[in-house]
């Protein structure tokens, strides 16, 4: 099975853009559904966006509808999550996963808004 590993979170002000990618191995990545979570400082992980194995589907939470958006290139092995207008609510760690159900996890990568 594919193994995920996240990048290009950091520390940024509000209203600044982020790109995070995770990058797959070890499987077959265009045939895998991919999405992204967030997890803030004492709260659950919560949902962000997913995009289906070509691409032609997507699906966002309300609280990033207009400001995030996910991508794939599956030549690449990568999905992204593109983070515009960011708010300091945004601020959590940014995990991919991978399959249908989601059951495969990258080790996350921290995204800190600062106000």
């Known amino acids: 099975q594919v193994q995920l590993v996240e990048s290009g979170g950091g520390l940024v002000q509000a209203g600044d853009s982020l790109v995070l990618s995770c990058v797959a191995s070890?499987?077959?990545?265009?045939?895998?559904?991919m999405g992204w979570f967030r997890q803030a400082p004492g709260k659950e992980r919560e949902f962000v966006a997913l995009?289906?194995?070509?691409?032609?589907?997507?699906s966002s939470a309300d609280s990033v509808k207009g400001r995030f958006t996910i991508s794939r290139d599956n030549a690449k092995n990568t999905v992204y999550l593109q983070m515009n207008s960011l708010k300091p609510e945004d601020t959590a760690v940014y995990y991919c996963?991978?399959?249908?159900?989601?059951?495969?996890w990258g080790q996350g990568t921290q995204v800190t808004v600062s106000s």
């Open positions: 070890k499987g077959t990545f265009s045939t895998y559904r």
């Open positions: 995009i289906s194995w070509s691409g032609s589907t997507k």
């Open positions: 996963a991978a399959g249908t159900p989601f059951s495969i």
